[in-house]
């Protein structure tokens, strides 16, 4: 199973050649995640403000396959997997149009959670676990 979120393309997504910045790929796939964590029934500002834990991304990576312009639009699909206690990943299909469409784009981003303050690795806490659970 996974999540799919659609967006167009912005303009302030291009750089000077008219096509979607590299890093951009990975803000339009952060907020993909952000969305699933979303409708899944997680209130986003205490998760990303929350003093106890943080989950940082510890590993991300790109490969394209064809140019996005603006005013394209886009569809993501997320399939997080859980990789330890500690750890999971998100693996990201971007297509241009419906899922049908050609994929523009692959990503990854590996998260681990960790404690705010000590900054040690914790279990992953009780909402990531429902978030995960039915991927």
Not at 38 to 52: D, E, M, P, R, V
Not at 56 to 64: E, G, S
Not at 73 to 83: E, F, M, N, S, V
Request: charged share 20%.
């Amino acid at each position: 199973m996974s999540f799919t979120y659609t967006r167009t393309v912005r303009f302030q997504d291009t750089d000077a050649a008219g096509v979607v910045y590299f890093t951009n790929v990975l803000a339009m796939c952060h907020e993909a995640y952000e969305a699933s964590l979303a409708a899944s029934g997680i209130n986003l500002k205490a998760f990303f403000s929350n003093a106890q834990l943080a989950i940082p991304i510890i590993h991300a990576n790109v490969d394209f396959y064809r140019p996005m312009f603006a005013g394209d639009r886009l569809t993501i699909q997320l399939t997080p997997k859980q990789l330890a206690g500690d750890e999971f990943e998100i693996a990201y299909q971007v297509f241009l149009g419906e899922i049908t469409g050609k994929s523009a784009a692959k990503a990854v981003t590996k998260h681990v959670c960790i404690d705010s303050v000590n900054r040690t690795r914790r279990q992953l806490s009780e909402q990531l676990m429902q978030w995960l659970s039915p991927f």
